[in-house]
């Protein structure tokens, strides 16, 4: 059986096809424009792949209330174009097949759970630090959603005590996001954030603010396993500057080995690499099928 999979992200749309076991057996990228020409490419991709089920991880916000009428729409992105368009329904016109449908940090989170780094656990925490910072949570089994989805990037966080910027977020400023994501860093200090050495003081600012929001996470939803990834990301160094700080807010209030002796196996990066957002498409297509 072949499940189609769309990565929708803010800078560029990942498709694929995979298998049941998760294996991703082809996919193609291409940049994230105008909705209609980005989906038409989308479409055009799937034509002859005679996929079971399309399962998309979108950008957000998006309407994952199946009673809504606006299921399925992307909702109130600043992104150009993309504001209330009907994303599933324009796929649906071409495509008669299950669909699955979330964040596309939800998506990572849960394949995670199902292939990745959390593979085994109930529950993991999974942060994308791109080119915005987005969250999806999978407790106790399955996908968290609420009142809509889960919103953690933009979460307010204390300011570090030498920072004077602004913040780059269009809606909150200084929030986690405005703060932390790629354009917040090349906005801050003048050129991208994989331009600065190791040692510059963005780094310490940088492990500061997502240090903040994990501190937060793990005490409100106590996760079994939290993983970062993202552009932002693939510093490497930052992994034992945010470990550090995260066991400094703590200050061992939770008392559990896994952060006070083994925290380098709890905040991590995705064990599925770069893959885990279309990998996550690929299971939300599964579950579809599955609840047919």
Known sequence: MRIGAIEAGGTKFVCGVGSEEGIIEDSVSFP?????????QAISYFQDKQVKAIGVGSFGPIDIDPASSTYGYVTTTPKPGWANYDFIGRLK??????????????AAALAEAKWGAAKGL?????????????????????LVHGLVHPEGGHVLVRRHPKDTFAGH???????????????????????K?????EGHPA??????????????????????????????????????????????????????DTILKQIDTYIVPPGLGSKAGLAGALALGLEAVQAK
């Open 32 to 40: 994230t424009r105008h909705p209609e020409e980005t989906l038409e």
């Open 93 to 106: 016109r071409e495509f008669a097949v299950p669909y699955g449908w979330d964040t596309d940090v939800n």
């Open 122 to 142: 109930d529950s993991c925490v999974y942060y994308t630090i791109g080119t915005g910072v987005g969250v999806g949570v999978y407790a106790e089994g399955r």
């Open 169 to 191: 977020c269009p809606f909150h400023g200084d929030c986690l996001e405005g703060m932390a994501a790629g354009p917040a860093l090349e906005a801050r200090w003048k050129v």
């Open 193 to 197: 954030g994989h331009e600065l050495a």
């Open 203 to 256: 780094w310490e600012m940088e492990a500061y603010y997502i240090a903040q929001a994990v501190t937060s996470t793990i005490l409100m939803l106590s996760p079994k396993k939290v993983i970062l990834g993202g552009g932002v990301m693939q510093q490497a160094h930052l992994f034992k500057m945010i470990r550090s700080e995260v066991q400094r807010n703590l200050n061992g209030y939770v008392s559990s």
